[in-house]
């Protein structure tokens, strides 16, 4: 098994920063995946970012160029710096780690207001 942690949620103003970060442990091993999703009131969850195991990051085209995904040398732990934030990135993001299957973490919300 393996559970996520996440942090760094909260409420800013349009314009503004917030940093994620999501903590795996348990049954971790290195050749893992792992990402963020979020989902907004009556929406779909949706693809955030990713980073496969290989190094490859993806994004949302929504959130390209302002949002950077990164994860620690031990590949326990991955970040989501978010900037530029918009009232649309309002949601609750969720972390995942892939290996074999889904884990989810419990969601941390991010509120974007005027």
């Known amino acids: 098994q393996v559970q996520l942690v996440e942090s760094g949620g909260g409420l800013v103003q349009i314009g503004g920063s917030l940093r994620l970060s999501c903590a795996a442990s348990g049954s971790i091993v290195s050749d893992n995946a792992m990402g963020w999703y979020r989902q907004a009131p009556g929406k779909q969850r949706e693809l955030v970012a990713f980073i496969n195991n290989s190094g490859s990051i993806m994004y949302a085209n929504s959130v390209k160029g302002r949002f950077t995904i990164s994860r620690d040398y031990a590949k326990t732990t991955v970040y989501l710096q978010m900037n530029s934030l918009k009232p649309e990135d309002t949601a609750v993001y969720y972390c995942?780690?892939?290996?074999?299957?889904?884990?989810w973490g419990q969601g941390t919300q991010v509120t974007v207001s005027s």
């Open positions: 995942i780690y892939r290996k074999y299957k889904d884990y």
